[in-house]
């Protein structure tokens, strides 16, 4: 889970969907006051309505295709990557082994 501030915290599914959870403090193992599930099409939505261009179709579906993207460019190499394969998450590059940050196996 990713904690913004205050309590506030934020984990992607792997179908998509959004947690927004608020915890009593900014420990991730303290009570839940408040969560949230957000589907994929809501949480680009709200990505999109708080970007500088607003949550109008072409700007909505930036944001969609962005959070549903399933393969990431190596920066390193350019070669394209799944984000999972059969094992799971995909932490490094499979043509140069650079290894992508914030990725967990």
């Given at each position: 889970m990713f904690h913004v501030k205050a309590g506030w915290f934020f984990d992607r599914f792997p179908?998509?969907?959004?947690?927004?959870?608020?915890?009593?403090?900014?420990?991730?193992n303290s009570k839940i006051v408040s969560e949230?599930?957000?589907s994929p099409n809501e949480w680009a939505s709200v990505v999109a309505s708080v970007s500088v261009h607003g949550d109008f179709?072409?700007?909505?579906?930036q944001a969609l295709d962005f959070h549903n993207v399933?393969?990431?460019t190596c920066p390193r190499c350019g070669h394209v990557n799944p984000v999972e394969d059969?094992?799971?998450?995909?932490?490094?590059?499979?043509?140069?082994?650079?290894?992508?940050?914030g990725t967990s196996v």
């Open positions: 179908n998509g969907s959004v947690a927004i959870v608020r915890r009593e403090t900014a420990n991730e949230i599930i957000l179709m072409p700007y909505f579906q399933n393969t990431w059969a094992d799971g998450y995909v932490n490094e590059c499979a043509n140069c082994h650079v290894p992508i940050l």
